[in-house]
């Protein structure tokens, strides 16, 4: 039978709470979490709307969060993606254009996002601007832009960008970075010493999405967030002027409650 002295006993004892006491310092009220967003008197009313449709609606709220230096990159959002059987999978990317057209970004042709998209071009799209308190959320269909819009982009990107998206295979399994860093090397010593133009990769290219539906999000302090959602008419029916209002370019808009 082993013995334990009392001093040792006692630093077991103190060792226990100690690390209790450091467990509970380190515990996260999440319930508790919340900041204070807009005053009552800054709220987003429909007579704010820049546009009618939501692109130009688009165009002044991401011209504003560009112009906030706290906004390190304004065109990051979060693209959500589903397979045929409804499994949703979600991931940021960068919007590189948007019009009236729709959003577009870039991506490797076998990534998942890809496949998920290539057999239910149903997606979703959010931008999040925590310093404006505001939300932008898009919902539509995607399509594959042109391989000559694809390529155009690929060498407006750095060298170094193009090799890294000519070097990986997407969400495919990999031994070890060690295997990356391989493949890079070759393809500097390739197109960086002399450097010379890097063909774009024919499994790297870009996608659109053609929105239905298009929210504007604008966080209040006492919760009474404002919502104003864009969308394409559904067959027959016909703007009221109170619930569901006109707008432009075959659009209507609507207030939801929060």
């Given amino acids: 039978m082993r013995i334990i002295s009392v001093a040792r006993l006692s630093s077991i004892v103190f060792n226990s709470t100690k690390s209790e006491l450091i467990l509970r310092t380190m515990s996260i009220d999440i319930g508790g979490m919340r900041i204070k967003y807009k005053d009552k008197n800054e709220t987003f009313l429909e007579k704010h709307l820049v546009s009618k449709e939501p692109f130009g609606q688009f165009d002044a709220w991401f011209k504003e969060a560009c112009g906030k230096k706290e906004i390190l990159e304004p065109n990051a959002m979060c693209l959500a993606t589903a397979t045929k059987d409804g499994y949703p999978s979600a991931r940021f990317v960068l919007c590189k254009g948007y019009g ?3 959003f577009k970004f870039f991506t ?15 997606v979703a799209a959010t931008f999040y601007w925590e310093v404006l308190n505001r939300s932008i959320r898009i919902e539509g269909c995607v399509e594959k832009l042109s391989e000559e819009e694809s390529t155009k982009y690929f060498h407006t990107r750095p060298v ?22 391989e493949r890079e090397s070759v393809l500097e010593k390739e197109y960086l010493i002399p450097e010379k133009e890097v063909p774009k990769p024919k499994f790297w290219g870009g996608y659109i999405i053609r929105p239905k539906s298009v929210e504007f999000w604008q966080g209040q ?9 864009f ?6 029916e016909v703007p009221d002027g109170k619930l569901l209002h006109q707008g432009g370019d075959g659009w209507v808009y609507e207030r939801l409650s929060p």
């Fill in 100 to 102: 009236k057209e729709g």
């Fill in 108 to 122: 490797n042709y076998g990534s998942r996002k890809a496949q998920e998209m290539a057999e239910n071009p149903n």
């Fill in 160 to 181: 170094p960008s193009q090799i890294a998206a000519a070097t990986s295979y997407q969400s495919t399994p990999i031994e070890s970075r060690d295997i990356l860093c």
């Fill in 221 to 229: 302090r006492d919760r009474l967030h404002d919502r104003i959602k």
């Fill in 231 to 236: 969308r394409k008419p559904k067959e027959g």
